[in-house]
């Protein structure tokens, strides 16, 4: 295995540079005929930007503030649920060890969705061919004692976004712990007609969901309708526009021994989808914050769909380990995981997307 920088400077087939910066933030570019994914390196691995080349589509969410470099930005006071939503620019996080507000833990407090996602990772790039390249980055959490190892790799002509994981506690104690996926998905997107597809069976309203959620606080139905507050029936697959004024937390479980998602446009057949292992992410969250999130940080300007893998539900690790479906980690264990992203078009559903992130049409 190969361990270099980016030097070739190639302009064909699969391409990979760590060499770039954007507002005094490290890059990782990867690319290749179909999509181009950029990881911000000095913010979590926050996937930026993954968009569909022949469409011209980039499917992350951006939100109103944008990418900001926390390095050069002073806030009037530190929020209580810490700095997440000050520096939230759309787009993917990982969170862990804490997934939802801020809590806390054995004297440690956790902020809004953990601590992988404020810190800068290493990065080495280990495969550099015009048929693969491939990237290693690696951080240590501070109030935690985990290491987490995540590799990206791009094949030639595909549209799958690979990701391997291996969690490590270095700590001498058992640690609980949420460990999940936050990708935002863009407006401009989402909004042209799109509907979802999931293999989940189930569907469970989060306890303190606001007065814009359609379902009352608790309830549970089978995928894709339950009955809302109206007393109507509501199809939770067709996602409503940005006039509905809605603001659901949702929860998307019994996903069977096949995790996975897809978004796709019914007019233009074109979407994006995970396919992910169960194993470690045997839940799917659902926000759907379309534009009826109010006060902050929103302000009613958020329309966005939020599917995200989880080891756990319901938010908050406090909340997770009294419901018992925490993820425990021994002294010294290792837990490998991984996720498949696939930006594909042609299709108006989806039934499946398997491990390698192949997409099988409905």
């Known amino acids: ?18 060499e ?3 507002r005094g933030l490290r890059l990782l570019v990867i690319e290749n005929e179909l999509i181009r994914v950029t990881i911000l390196l000095d913010k979590g691995t926050d996937v930026y930007e993954f968009l569909h080349k022949p469409s011209d589509t980039d499917f992350m969410w951006r939100t109103p503030r944008g990418v900001r470099n926390p390095d050069k930005a002073l806030e009037m006071v ?13 787009g993917w996080q990982e969170c862990m060890p804490n997934g ?51 590799t990206f790799t791009l094949r030639a002509g595909s549209g799958v976004l690979e990701i391997d994981e291996t969690l490590v506690n270095e700590g001498q104690e058992q640690i609980d712990l949420l460990w999940g996926h936050h990708p935002a998905l863009g407006s401009r997107f989402v909004e042209s007609d799109c509907r979802i597809d999931t293999s989940a069976r189930t569907v469970v309203v989060d306890e303190n969901v606001v007065d814009h959620c359609r379902f009352e606080p608790g309830g549970r139905f089978e995928w894709p309708v339950g009955i809302g507050r109206s ?17 659901d937390m949702l929860y998307l479980t019994d996903l069977g021994d096949d995790g996975w998602y897809a978004v796709t446009s ?12 169960t194993a470690t992410f045997p839940h799917i969250w659902l926000w759907m914050p379309l534009g009826g999130s109010w006060g902050s940080p929103s302000w009613g300007r958020h329309y966005t769909v939020a599917l995200e893998p989880f080891s756990s539900f319901p938010a908050i690790l406090c909340n997770a380990i009294e419901a018992g479906t925490q993820l425990v980690l021994e002294p010294g264990e290792e837990r490998s995981t991984w996720l ?17 992130g192949v997409i099988s049409p409905a």
């Open 100 to 150: 939802g507000r801020a809590c806390e833990y054995r004297g440690v407090e956790m902020g809004l969705h953990g601590e992988v996602w404020g810190l800068p990772w290493n990065c080495q790039i280990t495969q550099d061919d015009p048929e693969i390249v491939q990237a290693k980055t690696w951080v240590r959490t501070v109030r935690t004692p985990f290491l987490l190892e995540k």
């Open 20 to 22: 770039f910066t954007y």
């Open 1 to 18: 295995m190969q361990f270099h920088h980016y030097t070739q400077e190639r302009n064909f087939g699969c391409r990979i540079s760590d």
């Open 340 to 356: 498949r992203a696939v930006a594909y078009d042609g299709v108006e559903r989806v039934s499946g997307i398997d491990g390698d």
């Open 78 to 90: 530190a929020s209580s649920d810490g700095p997440f939503s000050d520096f939230y620019e759309g």
């Open 266 to 277: 019914q007019q233009r057949k074109l979407g994006f989808g995970i396919s992910f292992d």
């Open 231 to 247: 007393g109507d029936p509501v199809d939770v697959s067709v996602i409503p526009g940005p006039d509905s004024r809605l603001n």
